[in-house]
């Protein structure tokens, strides 16, 4: 199987057409998903937990007679934990250990300082009370996202976290599991999809409301959240996975094909791209890809996922790449050259860079530290990774002493008695004191 993935050149006539296309997300939305979506929001909305039942039933073939045996003991959990393979439980708690430490050092304080007149002004940090944790669970078991998720808002002093995890025909995936006692997940459900999300959105007789649902999913759960947002906090919209390699031409074009194939396995509609300024450089990691893509057990996936979305792209030189870089915006960025670290001030938009050759976007996804859930479809031109202060909240804090509130009572009353506000313009002025 060969992946007719497309070989572009920054110089032809064809290109800004050909990028255009391959940047257009919308081709990736299915106008049906937002009905079904909204029809299982306000079924859930209204019904609690028959409906979480019922669409429990309908989707995942879940055999539980009720919401409450949805929910999974952590003493199962620890269990789950205890009996892993050594190997994987110490690659878990390695992983974890990680993420936890680099969460460690987001951590924001509250602050306070005294004006020239006495004022009091500050910001007082404080973590939310419940968090939702939503964990996919459809074409492959995620741990690596419980970690990500759970780890940051524990690290924050989030008081509760709920975790939402399919569990099609009722099985469980036991490092999933193992996973969640790891990084200290107060409760668990089976359950999944956009009614998961609505359920946390809004609670249920079984299921508490949380203050903010973070995690990625499919389309439908991606849906759920943009239309439960307002009821409840989120993280982000969150769409198909990306990764784009600029390359300097030296890097052993397997290790790039690869890490294409890595994006691309998870679903047909993940973009994979290169680019380089090397001149055959397309070419020999397009032999690589036809070679290596027979080996691939998601070849299928693969070939998709290039044939439809990737591209190989040779442009004029580093200052080109860097532009266009900036331009696609890219979940994950590799930046596969010998000056990394001096090429890495001139990116502005990334979710995450990889820096050097020997960095693989593959740790990054599992153990280096940093978050995995980080902004799609271009949206790292405004957005960052998930982290510590998406659990946090900012309240202002002022306190005015009586000859303070006097001077700052003149200015509010001013601009309020121009605004046509004159209650609050004399709210203001009762505490001042001629």
């Given amino acids: 199987m060969r992946p007719s993935i497309p070989l572009l050149h920054s110089g032809d006539s064809t290109f800004a057409a050909a990028l255009a296309r391959l940047l257009d997300r919308r081709r990736t939305l299915d106008a049906g998903v937002t009905q079904v979506v909204a029809e299982i929001v306000a079924g859930v909305r209204d019904r609690g937990d028959a409906a979480v039942l019922e669409y429990t039933h309908r989707f995942d073939h ?4 009720t919401v409450a045996e949805l929910e999974v003991a952590p003493a ?5 934990l205890a009996s892993l393979p050594a190997e994987q439980r110490e690659a878990l708690e390695t992983a974890a250990a990680r993420v936890r430490d680099y969460h460690e050092r987001q951590k924001t304080e509250s602050w306070r300082y005294q004006d020239q007149d006495g004022t009091l002004l500050g910001q007082q940090v ?3 009370d419940r968090a939702g944790i939503y964990v996919p669970g459809g074409r492959a078991a995620y741990p690596s996202s419980v970690l990500m998720n759970a780890v940051p808002a524990r690290v924050a002093g989030v008081a509760e976290i709920v975790m939402t995890v399919p569990a099609p025909n009722g099985e469980l995936n036991e490092t999933v599991l193992a996973a969640a006692a790891i990084a200290g997940v107060d409760r668990v459900y089976t359950i999944g999809g956009a009614q998961a ?3 946390l959105a809004f609670g249920t007789a079984t299921l508490p409301r949380v203050d903010k649902i973070v995690g990625p999913g499919n389309a439908y759960v991606a849906e759920a959240k943009r239309q439960v947002y307002g009821q409840v906090d989120i993280d982000m919209i969150a769409g198909p996975s990306e990764v ?4 300097d031409g030296k890097t052993d074009p397997d290790w790039v094909a690869m890490d294409l194939f890595a994006q691309a396995e998870h679903g047909p509609d993940s973009q994979s791209l290169l680019i380089t300024w090397a001149a055959d450089y397309a070419a020999r990691v397009k032999e690589a890809i036809d070679r290596l ?3 691939m057990e998601r070849r299928e996936i693969i070939a998709r996922s290039l044939q439809d979305r990737g591209a190989l792209i040779t442009v004029r030189d580093v200052d080109e790449a860097i532009a266009l870089a900036n331009r696609v915006a890219p979940e994950h960025l590799e930046l596969s050259v010998d000056n990394a670290l001096e090429l890495a001030p001139r990116i502005r938009h990334a979710g995450a860079i990889f820096l050097g050759r020997y960095t693989a976007e593959a740790v990054g996804d599992y153990c280096a ?3 995995h859930v980080l902004p799609t479809s271009g949206t790292a031109r405004f957005s960052s990774p998930l982290g510590v202060y998406d659990f946090q909240k900012r309240t202002s804090l002022i306190m005015c002493p009586p000859n303070a509130a006097a001077r700052l009572g003149r200015v509010a009353s001013t601009l309020a008695r121009a605004e046509g506000l004159v209650a609050h313009a004399r709210s203001a002025e009762y505490r001042v004191k001629e």
């Fill in 126 to 128: 404080t973590p939310l």
């Fill in 369 to 371: 530290g940093p978050n």
């Fill in 62 to 65: 879940h055999p539980a007679r």
């Fill in 293 to 295: 893509i027979g080996t």
């Fill in 197 to 199: 999300v609505a359920a």
């Fill in 76 to 80: 199962r959990c620890r269990a789950a």
């Fill in 244 to 247: 784009l390699v600029l390359c």
